[in-house]
């Protein structure tokens, strides 16, 4: 019998993405086990969504191992598990806690098949029915779950700490301006629009672009990205640096001059946060929660997919020093306002303890 645990976090495996959803966890759990609250993290197999039979199996063996008081199980593993959501014992029974945590559902991702979209919405909502609490990162995911009944629970929004700290801004030694984008190169944060956005541009202005973020996880997007930026002959301008963390994105995030991201969809967009803290003026499109976290004083937001209005975007900002300096101000601002893990790990607990 293993010890008892009083949060069990159910996520599928490798729990070592450096998506944003995946780095929500990580530092969710450990502020949480700072504040003294005993976890565990259980990697399910089968990767996401939805999670398969091994996964079903895995957590109902964990569950009978030893007493959990509460259950959050991370939204991408929620379709795949409805069913044993339904098996296991209500909490007041003396079961866990069931806590489902949304990033964004599953079925709203960008590139799905009509049909695949559609049984994915089936099985989130089949296991939304099945919890006893619900929680957004953001106060758009949260009123996306309550106006299209994806829930009639009321849904508690645990929005992200800050996950870098800033450093001092580093002018470019040659003076080009410093485009900073970071997201994984997958279809719904939309590089393929920034590229031919800056097709548009070409060399009308000194810049140069880096893209951080994973390039594993849809290897054919990645290489339509990639052959994209050799279409458009911005090889000498377009730079993958792959994933980075710590200080070593810290330092990316201070040497940029602007952030750009235009994202189709965001359920809360962490690297929005990270760009704000670091002082840097926002173009992203006004998509999911981005409107909520950018203030209009701190960036450009234009329709999604719409590549002329990006281009004009990055245009503006290319152009005008003045604009770049007070939205980098405001940009700050807003940073500083944003909560740090520990008090997000409070309101968590304070849940756990609730339910």
């Known amino acids: 019998m293993l010890d008892p645990v009083d949060l069990l976090l159910a996520v599928p495996g490798p729990v070592d993405l450096a998506t944003g959803g995946y780095v929500y966890d990580r530092r969710i759990m450990a502020a949480a086990a700072g504040l ?109 779950l309550r106006d299209e009944r994806w829930t009639d629970l009321p849904v508690t929004v645990i929005e992200p700490g800050l996950s870098i700290e800033p450093l001092p801004h580093q002018a470019a030694p040659d003076g080009a301006l410093r485009l900073l984008t970071v997201a994984s190169l997958t279809p719904r944060k939309a590089h393929e629009d ?32 990639r052959a994209a930026i050799r279409a458009a002959g911005l090889g000498d301008r377009i730079h993958l640096h792959g994933v980075l963390s710590g200080t070593d994105l810290a330092r990316r995030y201070a040497a940029a001059d602007v952030f750009v991201l235009p994202s189709r969809f965001e359920g809360y967009g962490m690297a929005f946060a990270e760009a704000l803290a670091a002082g840097l003026p926002v173009v992203a499109a006004r998509a999911g929660a981005v409107p909520e976290l950018v203030p209009d004083s701190a960036g450009i937001l234009v ?53």
């Open 303 to 355: 329709p999604p997919g719409d590549v002329d209005a990006l281009a004009e975007a990055l245009r503006r900002l290319m152009a005008d020093a003045g604009l770049r300096g007070r939205l980098a101000r405001a940009a700050a601002e807003a940073g500083a306002r944003l909560p740090r893990w520990p008090d997000q790990a409070r309101r968590l607990a304070t849940l756990i303890s609730e339910v």
């Open 194 to 225: 920034l590229v031919a956005a800056l097709g548009k541009i070409g060399r009308d202005h000194e810049w140069r672009l880096d893209l951080v973020g994973p390039d594993t996880l849809d290897l054919p997007h990645a290489a339509r990205v």
């Open 36 to 144: 003294g609250v005993v976890v565990e993290t259980l990697a399910l197999p089968g990767g996401p969504p939805p999670v398969g039979p091994p996964a079903l199996a895995m957590l109902r063996d964990r569950l009978a191992a030893g007493p959990v008081r509460a259950l959050l199980i991370d939204g991408l593993a929620l379709p795949g598990l409805a069913p044993l959501l339904g098996e296991i014992t209500p909490a007041g029974s003396g079961g866990p806690r069931r806590i489902a945590l949304v990033h964004h559902p599953c079925a709203l991702e960008t590139g799905l098949a009509p049909q695949v979209a559609a049984d994915l919405a089936g099985l989130e909502r089949a296991a939304l029915a099945r919890v006893d609490a619900v929680v957004a990162t953001s106060p758009a995911t949260a009123a996306l």
